[in-house]
């Protein structure tokens, strides 16, 4: 025991309170038909918060303060990160990046906590995979689309969801290689 032990003590203490902000802030606006953005600093203060519309958020104001920061936005239509979110968590140098839906919670960070300098590669690499994991979930509801006609009512939803699995997969398979951790929970207790 001793002095040495209360930098340690302070710090675990407001990385608790970090994590209660974050959960508490997540389970706020997951629900939410437009999506808000909020900036939440190591203490565990929500120092920014601001609200878009039903598909996207200008964060512009927000950019600034995400630095060393975590940031958060939710998706009220579902799906992981999109490329431009990628883009904004390495331009920002946010610390973390959380997306909340009404079923999941989505984390990007750097490793160790630190942007790598390469880390642009990272957002590159999804953009061009987003593209093609795109043409690959049209392709694929052609496919059985064309032995089951009364699925083109669905096109949007089903094409949608499909790219959404593929892209989740393609950031777990590849953001470490980039130098970045990829995380997706599901929110206990609920039901799709
Ligand atoms: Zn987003």
């Not at 001793?2 to 606006?29: C, P, V, W, Y």
């Not at 519309?53 to 958060?72: F, K, T, W």
């Not at 490329?83 to 909340?100: A, F, M, Q, R, Y």
């Not at 939803?157 to 499909?162: C, G, I, M, P, S």
Request: with cysteine; charged share 30%.
């Amino acid at each position: 025991m001793g002095g040495g032990n209360s930098n340690f003590d302070k710090n675990a203490h407001e990385g608790k309170l970090m994590r209660e902000t974050i959960k508490k802030q997540g389970n706020k606006i997951r629900n939410q038909d437009f999506e808000t953005l909020c900036v939440i600093d190591r203490y565990g203060d929500i120092v920014g918060e601001v609200d878009g519309s039903g598909h996207s958020v200008r964060s512009d104001e927000l950019d600034e303060l995400a630095r060393g920061n975590i940031e958060m936005h939710n998706h009220p239509n579902e799906g992981t990160f999109s490329p431009s979110d990628v883009l904004k968590h390495i331009e920002n140098g946010s610390l973390e990046t959380h997306v909340v839906s009404r079923s999941w919670n989505y984390l990007i960070r750097p490793k160790g906590g630190r942007h790598p300098e390469y880390g642009l590669r990272f957002y590159q690499a999804y953009r061009e995979a987003d593209d093609r994991l795109h043409k690959k979930a049209e392709m694929d509801f052609i496919m059985q689309a064309k032995d089951n006609p009364e699925m083109w009512s669905q096109y949007d939803k089903w094409v949608l969801k499909r790219w959404d699995d593929y892209c989740h997969e393609w950031l777990q398979n590849n953001a470490s290689k980039y130098g970045y951790e990829y995380r997706r929970t599901s929110v206990k207790g609920r039901k799709k």
